[in-house]
């Protein structure tokens, strides 16, 4: 924080943005959210008037924030929202998230569509996970292709056509970094900032990729919305906080770091993109594309079905 005044009208100070030099008064600093958004949008042609935009809702700050900013620029922009949310069955730590979910769609008249992974795979993550301890898969590797395939249901019993999900400028350039050391460099092409998928005519965009984690959860905390009181008790991050830990460690050391690597992260991945990926052939048991004859969801739901079998109640 500064002792100056706010850059933009005088106020009293709240934050100071380091790397352009802003102070920003509570109000110019909410304001200036909403306006980055924007631009990241135009700047991406990420929506279209008349469009169906599905965000994709978990209920935690960054993702409440998101449905709250797109629904403050709905109506300039013309553009349609519904919240979707995931339910991936995590007894005493879901249930919250979802009535932060619904809270805010009904404060802000938006249609809200839930599906659960009981409902689309027939167990929940609880039960999934009960045998994910044997195999070299970490818990959010697991569930995120779950929730991937989720989020599509969702986004198609919806008829959305674009799929907004709240990532923000750290997490993008933490996943970028991670797919860079596990080797994985097909998946940086699936960065770039405007994905469609070749499954079905779906957009898959990030709105809040040019803005700091920590701007959002400032945005989160002055706008009022709820926290979650706890985390999902699979949650392990391993390699993504020591990245996380680094990148701070250099944003604080060179203010605007980050911002130079979201950039560089875009370039390659925009480019990997167009250079095509490898061609997707459908998966032999639900026939959505994949790389290999059978998709992740696939796989993975076989094998938690033939070790339930075996698992006594
Ligand atoms: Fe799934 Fe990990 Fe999120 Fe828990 S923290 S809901 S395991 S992705
Ligand atoms: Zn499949």
């Known amino acids: 924080m500064s002792s100056s005044t706010c850059t933009k009208c005088g106020g009293s100070p709240f934050y100071a943005r380091r790397y352009s030099g802003e102070v920003l008064c509570q109000a110019c600093f909410r304001a200036s959210i909403v306006e980055k958004t924007r631009r990241t949008i135009a700047k991406y042609g990420m929506l279209r008037r008349g469009d169906k935009v599905g965000v994709a809702v978990s209920g935690g700050k960054d993702s409440l924030s998101l449905l709250e900013v797109l629904s403050s620029l709905s109506e300039v922009k013309g553009y349609e929202l519904v919240a979707l949310t995931v339910d991936e069955g995590v007894d005493g730590y879901r249930e919250e998230s979802i009535e932060h979910a619904d809270w805010l769609a009904k404060k802000l008249g938006v249609t809200h569509v839930v599906v659960s992974y009981k409902e689309l795979y027939g167990f929940d993550l609880d039960a999934a996970l009960d045998w994910k301890d044997e195999r070299d ?3 959010c590797s697991m569930c995120g292709i779950f929730r991937r395939r989720a989020i599509d249901e969702a986004a198609q019993r919806a008829g959305v056509v674009v799929i907004a999900t709240a990532h923000n400028l750290d997490d993008y350039v933490q996943t970028f970094m991670m797919n860079l050391m596990h080797g994985d460099v097909d998946r940086l092409g699936w960065l770039d900032p405007l994905i469609v998928d070749t499954d079905f005519p779906l957009r ?35 390699l993504r906080s020591e990245v996380r830990d680094y990148l701070n460690e250099l944003e604080a050391k060179h203010p605007g770091m980050k911002n130079v690597l979201l950039n560089s992260s875009v370039q390659v991945s925009s480019k990997l993109s167009a250079s095509g990926g490898p061609e997707p052939i459908p998966c032999s048991v639900c026939g959505k594309p ?3 004859g059978i998709c992740n969801v696939c796989r993975m739901k076989r094998l938690v079905e033939q070790h339930t079998k075996y698992t006594p109640d």
């Open 204 to 238: 898959r965009i990030k709105p809040f990729m040019e803005i700091y984690e920590e701007e959002v959860a400032l945005y989160a905390h002055l706008s009022g919305l709820p926290f979650q009181s706890n985390n999902c008790p699979y949650m392990h991050e391993g």
């Open 137 to 139: 898969v970490s818990s």
């Open 290 to 292: 994949s790389t290999r």
